[in-house]
Nanobody
Framework: VQLQASGGGLVQAGGSLRLSCLAS????????MGWYRQAPEKQRELVAT???????NYTDSAKGRFTISRDNAKNTVYLQMNSLKPEDTAVYYCMARIQTPPRSNYNYYWGQGTLVTVSS
């Protein structure tokens, strides 16, 4: 199983970016998906999560500016980020809780991270 994140880049404050993360490999089911971020010299923090049925959860700083969504047919989760601020600068990691064969265990998987830089 592999998570491949993309969509990061350099954007000016007030701008927008859309991150994508594709899950691939031998999966039975793709459960919770989400995005975390880690700024320089800070701990990794939750940004947003979404269940397979579409229920979402956001950290306070993301509410009203970021939107998480997923396409279950494509095994992909998205993060639309609007009104970006310099403090949103971080490496963004996608996460997924995936059920895999042969024992149908659930495990958490992480993408490689994509850098988002917001200039002032």
């Amino acid at each position: 199983v592999q998570l491949q994140a993309s969509g990061g880049g350099l954007v000016q404050a007030g701008g927008s970016l859309r991150l994508s993360c594709l899950a691939s490999g031998n999966m039975i089911s793709l459960n919770l998906m989400g995005w975390y971020r880690q700024a320089p010299e800070k701990q990794r923090e939750l940004v947003a999560t979404i269940t397979s049925s579409g229920s979402t959860n956001y950290t306070d700083s993301a509410k009203g500016r970021f939107t998480i969504s997923r396409d279950n047919a494509k095994n992909t989760v998205y993060l639309q980020m609007n009104s970006l601020k310099p403090e949103d600068t971080a490496v963004y990691y996608c996460m997924a809780r995936i059920q895999t064969p042969p024992r149908s265990n659930y495990n958490y998987y992480w993408g490689q991270g994509t850098l988002v830089t917001v200039s002032s």
